[in-house]
């Protein structure tokens, strides 16, 4: 019954743009935080962004920090990742995860996978010429 599907991935070209959407249902979404995660071939799975549902806090990975905002829409029970300025080195499938807002405003392990309880299927996102 709770569910999180990604959406709007896609290939696109380097310096080209693309939104991901993490539509919820079954529960709402403002009681969460909600973090972005992207695991290439071969790589583990690692942190993107991650927004709080208490004061709206967003938080980045270096890799990506100036380059994609995360936002959320509680009317629309959907968070976003806007990702501009893409690289080849962006290229994996895209995740997005639901977790007990304690993970930012307790533990701070917002990149951490193992802390949260609900996963999106995966969109994937492919940067290339």
């Given at each position: 019954?709770?569910?999180?599907?990604?959406?709007?991935?896609?290939?696109?070209?380097?310096?080209?743009?693309?939104?991901?959407?993490?539509?919820?249902?079954?529960?709402?979404?403002?009681?969460?935080?909600?973090?972005?995660?992207?695991?290439?071939?071969?790589?583990?799975?690692?942190?993107?962004?991650?927004?709080?549902?208490?004061?709206?806090?967003?938080?980045?990975a270096d890799s990506v920090k100036g380059r994609f905002t995360i936002s959320r829409d509680?009317?629309?029970?959907?968070?976003?990742?806007?990702?501009?300025?893409?690289?080849?080195?962006?290229?994996?499938?895209?995740?997005?995860?639901?977790?007990?807002?304690?993970?930012?405003?307790?533990?701070?392990?917002?990149?951490?996978?193992?802390?949260y309880d609900y996963w999106g299927q995966g969109t994937q996102v492919t940067v290339s010429?």
């Amino acid at each position: 019954q709770l569910q999180l599907v990604e959406s709007g991935g896609g290939l696109v070209q380097p310096g080209g743009s693309l939104r991901l959407s993490c539509a919820a249902s079954g529960f709402t979404l403002d009681y969460y935080a909600i973090g972005w995660f992207r695991q290439a071939p071969g790589k583990e799975r690692e942190g993107v962004s991650c927004i709080s549902s208490s004061d709206g806090s967003t938080y980045y990975a270096d890799s990506v920090k100036g380059r994609f905002t995360i936002s959320r829409d509680n009317a629309k029970n959907t968070v976003y990742l806007q990702m501009n300025s893409l690289k080849p080195e962006d290229t994996a499938v895209y995740y997005c995860a639901a977790g007990p807002n304690t993970i930012v405003v307790v533990t701070t392990a917002y990149f951490s996978p193992y802390e949260y309880d609900y996963w999106g299927q995966g969109t994937q996102v492919t940067v290339s010429s």
